[in-house]
């Protein structure tokens, strides 16, 4: 008999991708107890070192997505200036390690489920008391309990453990009146992949595939042009499994997509169509990439008329971007180009109603699983918008804990202060703007710009205020400070520019703005911090001239503070002292206190 251990938590987020991660962290830091069950060794997903797929985001100037996952990539820079995916997976696992109402549960598959049937509110017949996971590392089943579950798996493990209600395969464009050419439902999904990498040496590396490679030619690749001297070349295109089980089948695609991977890499290696005398095989993906799957049914289905017609949701909780990038079901071998490529109105609007099920009472997802068509899924999807969706669940499932209610009640009650939650977090909402106190507005303020307290954190096009040029320079070593009379200040506010665009970081479009790399040349770039950043600043409160610290950071590394004070202060100074990039002035987007 097999040990049982048994945990109890406030949260339990099953999957620790960077949707889980994100769902996990954001609950833990409003103080929610936090355990995250992941099947793998290692955090992260499909941006993990065992799948090494690259973290896609919205589309656009100033669309970058902030919050946790600017957090996540400016300590990257910090560390891992050579994109190490090694140092990144420590990066993920330290990250969610440091926090300290996190339980971390690696290597622990979910397994099972029970749950109670009843009378619910808003007509919810069922609710979850337990998952089991099983760890393989100490061979024990273990059993978490708690108020509220989370599914950040992609697979949507707990919609066939507890009920849950999830479509699967394509919807006929008649049924939400989509752009698509489908025109009877199937079962049919975007496919999966095992990705490979290569990298340059300085000297001729041979490569003999396996027996099981598959021969390919240059006929193959039609509308698919491999290119290793490129930085965006992380051979996507090698996917199968559309036209299958996209989860029972998923052994037998990994066996041919093992095929497909190592056939590529001949082809590459010896059809003699390239000068790839050099380069050798880095990386092999023996674990799938997988695209979609299961996708729960919630209060509200996101459809590709949502977003290509730009509805503004009332309940937005974060933003897309990413084209409508459909795949076709027949992956590498469908005859013609391997996708769609539509553009979208980015950044367009999310709601909270795609995010907890439409029949069980306690159950929010974060992912490629929430609930969407699979048109509208082809562009949510990636994973910086999957990791703003884990935010928001994170933020919605504290609220619903403290103030005792059900996922539903934070959409009808609560959606404001949701929201908020995730303004302060520097979450970018295109339709909303963080709140500024009375007293912040009628302070005296010692620059020259009202950019500072217009509760816009970014400069953006939506906003009246779209020219960088509005917020101030400040001299390094000077303060900006605020004068008022005498008040209680809650909380204080401050944004420094990371540099969004990433246009102060080498290399071109791919490489300066993504986390991870895919092939890797001889000459490729050291990374560094964002030079615009801030790197050492202080904040000082005053009151009848008595000064006191509130907060002193050397070598900064995140883009936002939302600092909690409830002190008596009038005056608040905020110092920046230094860039990243040694520059005499620093730029300031946010200063502002409630």
């Known amino acids: 008999m097999l040990d049982r251990k048994k945990l109890e938590c ?99 598959t979910c397994m099972d489920a029970k749950t109670e049937t009843g009378d619910f509110p808003f007509g919810r017949d069922k609710r979850i008391v337990s998952v089991t996971g099983y760890q393989m590392t100490t061979q024990r089943f273990i059993e978490v309990s708690a108020k509220f579950f989370c599914d950040s798996s992609g697979d949507s493990i707990l919609a066939p453990l507890t009920g849950a209600e999830f ?69 996507w295109y090698l996917e199968l499994g559309g036209d299958r089980d996209s989860i029972g089948d998923t052994e037998e695609i ?90 979208t109105p980015a950044p367009y609007s999310i709601p909270y109603r795609v995010l907890y099920s439409k029949n069980i009472d306690n159950l929010f997802f974060a992912g490629r699983n929430i609930s969407m068509t699979h048109f509208a899924m082809s562009s949510l999807r990636v994973m910086a918008t999957c990791t703003l969706l884990g935010e928001a669940v994170g933020k919605a499932a504290s609220i619903a804990v403290k103030r005792d209610c059900t996922p539903q009640d934070v959409y009808l009650n609560y959606i404001n202060e949701l929201q908020k939650l995730l303004l302060d977090e520097d979450c970018f909402l295109p339709s909303k703007k963080r709140a500024i106190s009375e007293a912040c507005k009628e302070a005296i303020l010692s620059v020259e710009s009202e950019y500072i307290r217009n509760g816009e954190d970014r400069a953006h096009r939506i906003y009246s205020s779209d020219e960088a040029d509005g917020y101030p320079y400040v001299k390094a070593g000077e303060a900006v400070t605020y004068s008022f009379d005498a008040r209680n200040v809650s909380e204080i506010h401050i944004v420094f520019d990371s540099d969004i665009n990433r246009k102060t970081l080498p290399g071109g479009r791919v490489e300066s703005k993504h986390i991870t790399r895919a092939n890797v040349r001889l000459d490729v770039p050291i990374m560094h911090m964002p030079k615009t950043l801030c790197r050492d600043f202080k904040v000082i409160g005053e009151l009848d001239g008595v000064k006191t610290e509130i907060l002193s950071v050397s070598d900064n590394k995140k883009r936002a503070y939302h600092i909690k004070t409830d002190k008596k202060f009038d005056k608040l100074s905020l110092i920046p002292e230094s860039t990243w990039g040694e520059s005499e002035t620093v730029y300031v987007i946010s200063f502002d206190f409630n």
């Open 10 to 108: 406030d949260l339990c987020v099953v999957g620790g991708g960077m949707s889980g991660i994100a769902a996990a962290v954001s609950a833990a830091r409003e103080g929610l107890s936090v355990v995250l069950m992941h099947e793998r060794p290692v955090l992260g997903g499909n941006a993990s070192s065992e799948i090494r797929m690259w973290i896609s985001h919205a589309r656009g100037e100033d669309n970058r997505e902030t919050g946790i996952l600017e957090e996540i990539y400016l300590e990257s820079l910090y560390r891992n200036p050579t994109k190490n995916y090694h140092i990144w997976d420590t990066i993920l696992y330290d990250f969610v390690k440091k926090e300290k109402n996190i339980t971390l549960l690696l290597n622990c």
């Open 167 to 235: 479509r699967l395969g394509r919807e006929a464009a008649s049924e939400f009146g989509e752009d698509t050419t489908v025109e009877t439902p199937d079962k049919m999904t975007m496919g999966m992949s095992c990705l490979i990498q290569g990298r340059e040496t300085t000297r001729e590396v041979k490569y003999i595939p396996p027996e099981y490679a598959k021969k390919l030619t240059r006929q193959d690749f039609e509308n698919r042009n491999p290119d290793i001297y490129t930085e965006n070349e992380n051979f």
């Open 254 to 343: 990994r066996d041919d997509l093992l095929g497909l991977a190592t056939g590529a890499w001949d082809y590459v290696k010896n059809s003699g169509e390239f000068e790839s005398h050099n380069w050798e095989l880095d990386f092999l993906g023996f674990l799938p990439g997988k695209r979609e799957s299961r996708r729960y049914c919630g209060e509200y289905m996101m459809t590709q008329r949502d977003i290509s017609d730009g509805r503004v949701f009332e309940d937005e909780i974060a933003f897309g971007g990413w084209p409508l990038d459909d795949h076709y079901p027949g992956g590498f071998y469908h005859k013609g180009v391997p996708n769609t490529d539509i553009q």
